[in-house]
């Protein structure tokens, strides 16, 4: 089947084969972006079948097929309930989420997500939204931005990196990309391109409240499920992975292991079961032919 250049879908045949689709069913694409997945849906699903594509960014409507099945939502996936009780749908079959940020907008140098142009500093998923990486960059505290360095991209000098952007935006424009790095240059660790793939993938997941999001989405996930319905999410980096994990495992957040009960008292059931002991990584093949997708995880669970 061939698809648009606009994004590859990853792990396509095991999303399909962990939806576990019904052809009459109703299913939610939370993140539409080139259709690839939906499309594969709808291939499953007969005239009965309905399909619901969440996509913040409205370049992804010009992907939508001409099909009736399909209702494309130009919204954040963080409103899923909303707007599937808007649309009298409370109650579906299946959900999923590729939580990577499409080829398309690595592609365009207007969107600023990429190394690899000049552009402006922007990194919006939705150009709605009135804050930008470079407002990130030039309003943030040395702390606020120590941290998020750290813990959004794991950068090995995060505290000098917050220092020196302080240091030097009184005095240098950080509103484009090749300011950005050029700004930065005396201390970038190890290999400059990995080095600013992990700051911009911090500022991209601060910018658009990508972990935010997911957890507000997950929440919603297990009151939007008929029983038995399945929710297959693919994650690309560890921070989104561990939310998924806990979520399906526990139905919260928390990283510890629970507590034992000292009253030998049965802690209620998660509201998922999961279905994918480990998760499903791509095939060698699959990887060669779209390196994009070398980071991704597949994590299946179902509704009791």
């Given at each position: 089947m061939d698809q648009p250049a606009y994004h590859v879908p990853v792990l396509l045949e095991e999303v399909i084969a962990g939806l576990n689709l019904d052809p009459e069913g109703v299913y939610v694409d939370c993140t539409f972006g080139g259709g690839g997945h939906s499309k594969e849906i709808l291939n499953?699903?007969?005239?009965?079948?309905?399909?619901?594509?969440?996509?913040?960014?409205?370049?992804?409507r010009q992907n939508l097929p001409d099909d009736s099945r399909a209702v494309f939502i130009p919204h954040n996936f963080r409103h899923l309930q909303r707007f599937l009780r808007l649309h009298k749908s409370t109650l579906v079959d299946g959900i999923m989420a590729d939580l990577g940020v499409s080829s398309h907008q690595f592609d365009e140098a207007a969107r600023g997500f990429s190394t690899r142009f000049d552009g402006d500093l922007d990194m919006r998923m939705d150009k709605r939204q009135a804050t930008t990486a470079s407002d990130v960059v030039s309003t943030y505290s040395e702390q606020k931005l120590h941290k998020l360095f750290e813990q959004y991209g794991e950068v090995t000098n995060a505290k000098t990196l917050a220092r020196l952007i302080v240091q030097i935006r009184a005095t240098v424009s950080l509103k484009t990309i090749a300011n950005f790095r050029n700004a930065l240059q005396s201390i970038v660790k190890g290999n400059p391109n990995k080095y600013f793939a992990q700051v911009f993938q911090a500022l991209r997941i601060e910018v658009n409240d990508e972990l935010g999001a997911l957890?507000?989405?997950?929440?919603?996930?297990?009151?939007?499920?008929?029983?038995?319905?399945?929710?297959?999410?693919?994650?690309?980096?560890s921070l989104e992975d561990r939310i998924v994990k806990n979520f399906f495992k526990k139905g919260n957040f928390h990283d510890d292991e629970d507590a034992a009960d000292i009253f030998g008292q049965n802690t209620p059931l998660p509201p998922l079961k999961i279905i994918t002991k480990k998760p499903i990584v791509p095939s060698e093949e699959e990887q060669k032919r779209?390196?994009?997708?070398?980071?991704?995880?597949?994590?299946?669970?179902?509704?009791?």
């Open positions: 499953h699903l007969n005239d009965r079948g309905r399909l619901f594509a969440f996509d913040q960014d409205a370049d992804a957890r507000e989405m997950l929440q919603q996930v297990p009151p939007s499920l008929k029983p038995g319905g399945r929710i297959a999410i693919i994650t690309f980096h779209n390196p994009r997708s070398r980071s991704a995880k597949l994590r299946v669970a179902e509704k009791r």
